[in-house]
Nanobody, 124 residues
Framework: DVQLQASGGGLVQTGGSLRLSCAAS????????IAWFRQAPGKEREGVSC????????YVADSVKGRFTISSDNAKNTVYLQMNSLKPEDTAVYYC?????????????????WGQGTLVTVSS
């Protein structure tokens, strides 16, 4: 069975940092892109960042560009989201997802597997 285990969330003050981890198992890591999404209360789910484990290309949404960095450790089948300069508006449940890589885009349009989510709370 494919499993995505998201971890690393917590409570942090404005300006602080957190690193989220998404550990994948049951899939061929290099064949998948891994993405981070977030959903704040009362808001739609938002794509934050993704990385193509086949070629290393990555994407970061404009809303977090310059503050969040995605990376991948293929030896550990784990993707990280380093979040710096956190703001209260970054408060959300963060989910990781896996989708089969496509050659025409960094991030595939379909996500086959989802992790359970980890809560990030940024206090003002």
């Amino acid at each position: 069975d494919v499993q995505l285990q998201a971890s690393g969330g917590g409570l942090v003050q404005t300006g602080g940092s957190l690193r989220l981890s998404c550990a994948a198992s049951g899939l061929t890591f290099d064949d998948y892109a891994i993405a981070w999404f977030r959903q704040a209360p009362g808001k739609e789910r938002e794509g934050v960042s993704c990385i193509n484990n086949s070629d290393g290309r990555s994407y970061v949404a404009d809303s977090v560009k310059g503050r969040f960095t995605i990376s991948s450790d293929n030896a550990k089948n784990t993707v990280y989201l380093q979040m710096n300069s956190l703001k209260p508006e970054d408060t959300a449940v963060y989910y990781c997802a896996a989708g089969t890589v496509v050659v025409t885009a960094i991030c595939p349009g379909r996500w086959d597997y989802w992790g359970q989510g980890t809560l990030v709370t940024v206090s003002s």
